[in-house]
Nanobody, 115 residues
Framework: HVQLVESGGGSVQAGGSLRLSCAAS????????MAWFRQAPGKEREGVAAIYSDGGGTYYADSVKGRFTITRDNAKSTLYLQMDNLKPEDTGIYYC?????????WGQGTQVTVS
């Protein structure tokens, strides 16, 4: 049973920082991609950042490049998203997901509000 549990969301003023965490359990494939998605009110869910287990290659959406950093601690089975210089348009529910070709496993989400 795969379980992903996000934490670290909250409310912050523009220019502030937050660090999201996603604790994963039950996923037994060593080769995987872990990612962060977000969904703003009234908008479709979008990919924010991803990191691969093979060499740790990363992907960032253009809107967060230079402000967000995705990392993973394989020993702790935990995914992180350091978010700096937050903007009001970063507001939304942030989800972590794990998979390879697609993402069959998702967390419940954590709310990020930037005012």
């Amino acid at each position: 049973h795969v379980q992903l549990v996000e934490s670290g969301g909250g409310s912050v003023q523009a220019g502030g920082s937050l660090r999201l965490s996603c604790a994963a359990s039950g996923y037994t494939y060593n080769r995987n991609c872990m990612a962060w998605f977000r969904q703003a009110p009234g908008k479709e869910r979008e990919g924010v950042a991803a990191i691969y287990s093979d060499g740790g290659g990363t992907y960032y959406a253009d809107s967060v490049k230079g402000r967000f950093t995705i990392t993973r601690d394989n020993a702790k089975s935990t995914l992180y998203l350091q978010m700096d210089n937050l903007k009001p348009e970063d507001t939304g529910i942030y989800y972590c997901a794990v998979g390879w070709i697609d993402f069959p496993y998702w967390g419940q989400g954590t709310q990020v509000t930037v005012s």
